[in-house]
């Protein structure tokens, strides 16, 4: 059986229902070894649900869970070897350091070597501190050991519920570069829930939107920015007055709008090179172009149907 080539998860019509709230119905989708798939959706939407009825913390109402093909009603123990996933709080020993949590956890995996306990703890970029007893860490820092935690056996699979939670900038982006690096270079398959699309933006692969319990959309990440047909730009221009006139009754921008020397105009990508020749030639000097981030936002609202559904 673990000869055949199956992907990595898959997923078939998992529902739960609590009281007559369908937290997640009929949920379904696979994800490949070598891909990093986010999982998005509002406060609500189901992603813990679905995320904790993989990981076996819960037992949905119906439907299947196949991790490496193995079946995890007929095959769990099998089936749980190849994943590691954080969900919510994952529980630590706050009165010991980062390095003994992480080797505890390891030790439910079997043989796990120092040398590898090493490179996970320096992966999530702990090494400076991974001996202070964990009651003196941050929020962020504690998160940076639940990833050691799920990373330590090299799981095919690797899930993590919100896992930019309470990491600063940094560590988001450190963040990003090891889960990168786990799926693209070393063939991982990794899931990440969230409900920041700008965050996906930058991580992910794939997207599977999901929203009152139902998954609505599951698509790459360029496909989802196709979706948004006319985007709109942001310039930073020398001389706004100029480059209103130019631009006005130009039918290839729409809804200019200025404050101060920056414009943010309807443009669209394949037109936006030749408005900012047209700018340039008319003497207006062009210091910044980029792409509106909330553009992408207003694409994730429509495909949620407005999006906040919070109980
Ligand atoms: N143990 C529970 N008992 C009753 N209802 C629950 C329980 N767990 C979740 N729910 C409900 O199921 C729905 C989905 O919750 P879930 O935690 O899966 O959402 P989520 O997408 O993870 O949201 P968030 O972004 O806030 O973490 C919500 O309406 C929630 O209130
Ligand atoms: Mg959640």
């Not at 079946?71 to 020993?93: C, F, L, Q, R, W």
Request: proline share 2%; net charge neutral.
């Amino acid at each position: 059986m673990a000869e055949e080539k199956h992907a990595a998860l898959s997923i078939k019509n998992i529902t739960k229902i609590y009281g007559k709230k369908k937290a997640a119905d009929h949920v379904s989708f696979d994800i490949n070894e070598g891909e990093i798939f986010g999982f998005l959706g509002p406060n609500g939407a189901g992603k813990t649900t679905v995320i904790k009825s993989i990981l076996g913390f819960i037992f949905p109402d119906e439907g299947e869970v196949f991790i490496n093909g193995y079946d995890t009603k007929k095959h769990y123990e099998k089936a749980m070897a190849s994943v590691g996933g954080i969900v919510e709080n994952p529980e630590m020993y706050l009165n010991l350091s980062a390095r003994k949590n992480i080797e505890m956890y390891a030790r439910l995996h079997g043989n796990i070597s120092k040398e590898r306990i090493d490179e996970v703890i320096n992966e999530v970029g702990l090494s400076g501190r991974s001996k202070d007893p964990i009651k003196k860490y941050s929020l962020g820092m504690k998160q940076r050991i639940g990833l050691a935690q799920a990373m330590v056996h090299k799981p095919k699979l690797l899930i993590l519920d919100e896992p930019t939670n309470g990491l600063d900038p940094t560590g988001i982006h450190q963040l990003r570069d090891v889960l990168k690096k786990y799926a693209h270079e070393q063939g991982g398959a990794v899931m990440v829930s969230s409900h920041i699309l700008s965050e996906m933006q930058l991580l992910c692969d794939r997207v599977g939107i999901i929203n009152n319990g139902k998954l609505i959309k599951v698509c790459t990440m360029e496909e989802l920015e196709k979706m948004n047909s006319s985007s709109r730009y942001i310039l930073k221009v020398s001389d706004a007055q100029k480059t209103k006139e130019l631009l006005s009754g130009n039918e290839k921008v729409s809804e200019i709008e200025v404050k101060d020397n920056i414009i943010n105009a309807g443009i669209d990508e394949e037109n936006i090179a030749s408005i900012v020749r047209l700018l340039v030639t008319g003497g207006v000097d062009i210091s910044e172009v980029k792409k509106n981030e909330s553009s992408l936002e207003e694409v994730f609202l429509q495909v949620t149907g407005g999006g906040i559904n919070v109980g």
